[in-house]
């Protein structure tokens, strides 16, 4: 039997647009890293059509998202590349926010309701002791009830959890009062909780509450999925890990970078990937004049550490400086 041309491509699982690195918050925790203090780059609408138009000739698309910073600080043009979106038949299109537009009942409804008319279909809010440092409670509650009154799909209450989910810690104590409470209250709600990884500002402001490890050396192996992240600046990255580009697509056509890349043969995610991992690109970085650490919170933290220093010595890899310091 002949295969249709949809059956003889290959899947993208999750394709990620990041709108700006701005955010309303600071968060401790952010990996990416978000602030009101990042530059005031964002995706522009022609660059997403053209990333779709070529991508989906090219591949199929089982989910596409946006991401931040918080992706609805951009909500004119956030509600406009979802509109894009839906012309391509993606059938999951969604983003995680922090609630922070559910200032009063009339601003959360208005907002919701163009992100469902759109074709928005999931959508996960961050909810933890980090983000409710900035965020009221009350806020996300009327953003929450907002998005299933007006009968968006699917529903999240997304939880970053420092060390593991039984560690007690202030954190873990915050993040699972409010957890219980929303997931009590919005019962419609899937709930998820995933573990901390220590990059970005968290290895700056949260190594003190991990017992730090000597050298790990697991095995880095997401990038064996197809994921794939595009930032304003035309970086692709894998969708699970920042920073460590795969090309760019001001420079190159999407899908031509992603039928090119062999995380095997990468130059960073090579070593990471490889028998030792991170400690691969610990070797690199001491051989060029790093000074490692007494210790390290996890494989990430050491991963993230190293990569920072050999940014001068990897242009176009270790790319954007937004995601450095």
Known sequence: ??????????????L?????????NECKHCAIPGSPNQDDISMELGDVKRYLDDITSNYIVDEVGFFGGEPLLNFNLLVSLIEEVKKFNIPKIGLPTNGYWGKNDLTAKKYALKLKEAGLNQIGFSVDAFHQEFIPLDVVRRAIKAAHEVGIEWIGLVSQILGPENENNQFNEQTKNITDILSKEFEFCEVIKSE???????ANQLTEYFPMMTIPSDRCLIFKVPMFMIDPNGWVFHQLCHGICIGNANTNSLSEIISDFNYRKHPIIGKLVAKGGPKNLLDIAIEKGYEPLNGYADKCHLCFSARNFLRPFYPNILEPSNLYF
């Open 1 to 14: 039997m002949k295969l249709s041309i949809d059956q003889n491509k290959k899947r993208i699982f999750f």
């Open 16 to 24: 990620t647009f990041l709108i700006s690195y701005k955010c309303t």
């Open 196 to 202: 901390l990884q220590v990059r970005g500002r968290a």
